[in-house]
């Protein structure tokens, strides 16, 4: 297996790996959500649900430290990946240059080649993100889950602009993530996929 493919976590982690109590949020005068509680463990997946403006976003982003609550607290137990909404490529950049700043900036040492091949990026490896298709900007992004081995996985409509390959190829990430001892809390409009072990409706 190439190191860094498919996401293994390294050694087996007690107890929860993410968990959070009494979360509550008010954007202006409108309250988001309040009391929210939630946990998930080593291979346990967790689906966030609502309708636009709900605050699904805002809640995965207080689960990743991005976004203070109002109330509550949250306990990460290991390092997690962040996988936003927008894919956060720069126009000039390749999926090949963008994938290597991060794995330069992590210090992975995971096989370039074998990422971009996993995510079928092989082809369009060298060409500037202004010229890529949505589908192709977002297999890159997704990629960095790849670059480095981190047992929380924080995923924000991870299938947005993805077609059905592209969707059967998260959900083998995904999939591969849970067996090796990962977890994962997803905000998904639609379908999922896959049965989580858990969900919260906002």
């Known amino acids: 297996m190439l190191r860094g493919v498919t996401s293994p976590v390294s050694g087996p982690l007690s107890g929860p790996l993410l968990s959070a109590t009494g979360l509550g ?3 202006g005068e409108r309250v988001l959500f309040t009391g929210v509680g939630l946990s998930i463990a080593a291979g346990e997946s967790l ?23 109002e ?13 936003a909404h927008r894919e956060g490529l720069k126009p000039h950049e390749t999926p090949r240059t963008h994938l290597g700043l991060w794995s330069r900036a992590w210090g992975s040492e995971s096989d370039l ?3 971009l091949s996993r995510m079928g990026l092989k082809r369009p490896a060298d060409v500037p993100a202004r010229y890529l298709s949505a589908g192709q900007r977002r297999r890159t ?41 990962g977890g994962v809390v997803a905000a998904i409009h639609g379908e999922s996929g896959f049965v989580p072990t858990s969900e919260v409706v906002l």
Do not use: C
């Open 25 to 27: 949020m008010i954007r």
């Open 47 to 69: 689906v966030l649900r609502g309708s636009n403006g709900a605050g699904k976003t805002t809640l995965l982003r207080i689960l990743a430290g991005l976004t203070r609550p």
């Open 71 to 83: 109330t509550g607290d949250v306990t990460r137990s290991g390092p997690h990946h962040w996988f």
């Open 113 to 115: 080649d074998s990422v």
């Open 141 to 181: 992004a997704l990629g960095r889950l790849l670059l480095e081995q981190r047992p929380i996985w924080m995923l924000d409509e991870p299938y947005t602009a993805l077609d059905a390959e592209g969707r059967d190829l998260v959900l083998e990430l995904i999939e591969d993530h849970l067996k090796g001892g």
